[in-house]
């Protein structure tokens, strides 16, 4: 219909004008919106849709990114497990993983942040706060941006 071709068009990953005193190769996820931003030069930006962390669950800081992988393993944290009992403490990676196609593993100073940039089995929820806190992106979106982040790439989530 009509008004899902708005909905898709709407959320669709688009280079625009994002003029910012970061360097090129940084992302920033603005979570109030609900996008994510890898800086181009020129005043120009790769803006992506996501999911963001619900309320309590949100993270906000400067991270880098310190590794990459592709169809990761998922392995809930422990403090996810006490949440969720029900979670498995681990699932291979896959099409059928929450983790999606690729992630972004964040750290501060070398230590693990356990927040991650990730792709998701459930597109349906980007665009919404519901994640525990990783930032979640369609699966074609989160390939297109592994393809361009680098590792100790600095990350900024707002």
């Given at each position: ?8 068009a709407?959320?669709a ?11 090129h ?27 963001v962390g619900?309320?309590?669950?949100a993270?906000?800081g ?16 422990p403090?996810?497990?006490?949440r969720?009992?029900d ?9 059928t993983?929450?983790?999606g ?18 792709g998701?089995?459930?597109?349906e ?5 519901v ?15 592994y ?6 790439a ?5």
């Amino acid at each position: 219909t009509q008004a899902e071709g708005y909905k898709t068009a709407k959320i669709a990953r688009a280079t625009v004008d994002y003029p910012t005193r970061e360097a090129h190769g940084t992302v920033i996820v603005v979570t109030k919106e609900r996008r994510l931003y890898y800086v181009l030069p020129d005043g120009k930006a790769v803006r992506y849709p996501v999911a963001v962390g619900h309320a309590g669950m949100a993270w906000a800081g400067t991270a880098e990114v310190d590794r990459k992988g592709e169809w990761p393993d998922w392995n809930p944290p422990p403090e996810m497990l006490a949440r969720r009992p029900d979670l498995p403490k681990r699932l291979e990676g896959g099409p059928t993983s929450p983790i999606g196609a690729r992630a972004l593993y964040l750290a501060e100073g070398k230590k693990d942040t356990l927040f991650r940039i990730h792709g998701t089995n459930e597109p349906e929820k980007i665009g919404q706060a519901v994640s525990s806190g990783c930032i979640r992106m369609r699966n074609e979106d989160v390939k297109d941006l592994y393809a361009r982040v680098s590792v100790g790439a600095n990350v900024i989530v707002r």
